[in-house]
């Protein structure tokens, strides 16, 4: 399981640079510059937990490094294909299929037990399961 620490470290490596931000709407966000530079802001303040730290990292991290990125002016069908593309990113980047089905032959089987034990709500273990096992992100399908 990848720790905070591992992903301030990762985005280090790759040239992200991650900073403390006054947001006004987001927990945080990302973008790209027009030489192809990343950065992520970060309002600590807004940020509950760790966990919620390390959970809006890893997303952010999904659209730098798939270079998912849209405008606020970009259609809603727009937008939901790049946020596809970062949580699908941060799914794999902290939780494997092996490590999944290692966690169920374990006995957690349920969403809370799962999420618990890979330390993220249970919201991010929903679409965990869902892109494992259906192949999409479309929780409300499923649960």
């Not at 931000?21 to 940020?47: H, Q, W």
């Not at 037990?113 to 399961?129: C, G, H, P, R």
């Amino acid at each position: 399981m990848t720790q905070l620490s591992e992903l301030y470290c990762f985005a280090e490596n790759e040239g992200i640079t991650v900073d403390c931000f006054k947001l006004n709407k987001k927990e945080a966000l990302s973008l790209m510059d027009d030489l192809g530079e990343c950065y992520i802001a970060i309002d600590p303040f807004k940020l509950k937990s760790a966990q919620d730290e390390r959970l809006k990292l890893v997303h952010e991290l999904g659209h730098c490094c798939t270079g998912s990125f849209y405008s606020f002016s970009a259609a809603c069908d727009v937008r939901q294909k790049h946020e596809n593309r970062a949580d699908k990113w941060a799914i794999k980047h902290l939780i494997s299929e092996s490590k999944l089905d290692e966690a169920i032959a374990n006995g957690y089987t349920e969403i809370w037990s799962l999420a618990e034990y890979f330390d993220v709500t249970e919201d991010f273990m929903k679409k965990v399961v869902c892109w494992y096992t259906y192949g999409n992100l479309d929780t409300e399908l499923y649960f």
